[in-house]
């Protein structure tokens, strides 16, 4: 992508969806390949090993091919998988191949600790968009938001085990609605992340463009008197250090 400007400030728009490579945007739910290449391109250099426990249709690895980075890509869902494997086949010379196969987020079996450079990833929000009808373990068919938090954390563990310290994992997640009021899942998401050793480097507010059930709910925001929820966060947890000193992390102190 020759035009490429890499994002500067913590408000990221992308209007237009990149479409380079095979990127495309047919798996419901798939991030912009803008966002996973502006945190790529940040925090990993070439020949990293870069973790997407979460690949979906494979936006990371993707990027990560194209930017000369050793991928690993899982999903729970073996239907994601094909779609990840499908969408690497693309014409061009590239140093590294991506390894891609099934697995589960809450027990990464295979990677060593502290073996992982740079980890981002794309969870589902609840059951708003359901990857599966009866997969075991898949997450995008919880309802309950603290079930959710639960079985996400386990995630989060095997996350903070595999990474190396002083490195970055990067997470872009949404919050939803439930009787017409607003339900901070981001939020709740980051407070696990920060109860088990994360420190927030960043968070990103990612605009929403293009959403297609966004007709349906105009006309269901003037109904029922709510704002249509038309952004993200792209959080940034570190890894800290075995010795480093976190009293200067005052949350810190709240989830130890």
Same mark, same amino acid.
């Not at 494979?58 to 890509?73: A, V």
């Not at 499908?86 to 060593?112: A, C, H, M, P, W």
């Not at 919050?175 to 992340?193: E, G, S």
């Given at each position: 992508?020759?035009?490429?400007?890499?994002?500067?400030?913590?408000?990221?728009?992308?209007?237009?969806?990149?479409?380079?490579?095979?990127?495309?945007?047919?798996?419901?739910?798939?991030?912009?390949?803008?966002?996973?290449?502006?945190?790529?391109?940040?925090?990993?250099?070439?020949?990293?090993?870069?973790?997407?426990?979460?690949?979906?249709?494979?936006?990371?690895?993707?990027?990560?091919?194209?930017?000369?980075?050793?991928?690993?890509?899982?999903?729970?869902?073996?239907?994601?998988?094909?779609?990840?494997?499908?969408? @690497?086949?693309?014409?061009?010379?590239?140093?590294?191949?991506?390894?891609?196969?099934?697995?589960?987020?809450? *027990?990464? *079996?295979?990677?060593?600790?502290?073996?992982?450079?740079?980890?981002?990833?794309?969870?589902?929000?609840?059951?708003?968009?359901?990857?599966?009808?009866?997969?075991?373990?898949? @997450?995008?068919?919880?309802?309950?938001?603290?079930?959710?938090?639960?079985?996400?954390?386990?995630?989060?563990?095997?996350?903070?085990?595999?990474?190396?310290?002083?490195?970055?994992?990067?997470?872009?997640?949404?919050?939803?609605?439930?009787?017409?009021?607003?339900?901070?899942?981001?939020?709740?998401?980051?407070?696990?992340?920060?109860?088990?050793?994360?420190?927030?480097?960043?968070?990103?507010?990612?605009?929403?463009?293009?959403?297609?059930?966004?007709?349906?709910?105009?006309?269901?925001?003037?109904?029922?008197?709510?704002?249509?929820?038309?952004?993200?966060?792209?959080?940034?947890?570190? *890894?800290?250090?075995?010795?480093?000193?976190?009293?200067?992390?005052?949350?810190?102190?709240?989830?130890?």
């Amino acid at each position: 992508m020759d035009n490429f400007i890499p994002e500067i400030t913590t408000v990221w728009s992308f209007p237009e969806r990149g479409s380079w490579a095979t990127h495309n945007p047919k798996y419901r739910g798939n991030f912009a390949p803008q966002i996973a290449r502006n945190a790529i391109l940040r925090y990993s250099k070439e020949g990293d090993i870069v973790l997407d426990p979460m690949v979906g249709s494979g936006t990371t690895l993707i990027e990560t091919r194209l930017l000369n980075r050793k991928g690993i890509g899982l999903d729970i869902n073996k239907g994601a998988v094909n779609i990840t494997l499908q969408n @690497l086949k693309f014409e061009g010379e590239y140093k590294y191949t991506q390894k891609v196969s099934t697995g589960d987020v809450r *027990k990464l *079996k295979g990677i060593k600790d502290n073996f992982v450079d740079f980890i981002v990833t794309h969870p589902p929000y609840l059951n708003i968009i359901k990857y599966s009808n009866e997969t075991e373990g898949d @997450l995008s068919l919880i309802s309950s938001v603290s079930k959710f938090c639960d079985e996400f954390e386990k995630g989060i563990k095997e996350l903070y085990r595999v990474l190396k310290e002083n490195k970055f994992c990067a997470i872009l997640i949404g919050d939803t609605r439930k009787n017409c009021h607003y339900i901070p899942l981001a939020y709740f998401v980051m407070q696990r992340f920060l109860k088990n050793g994360f420190i927030l480097k960043e968070d990103i507010i990612k605009t929403q463009h293009n959403c297609s059930s966004t007709p349906y709910w105009r006309s269901q925001a003037e109904k029922y008197n709510i704002y249509l929820i038309m952004h993200e966060h792209f959080f940034v947890f570190r *890894k800290p250090a075995q010795n480093e000193e976190l009293s200067k992390f005052k949350y810190s102190r709240i989830f130890s």
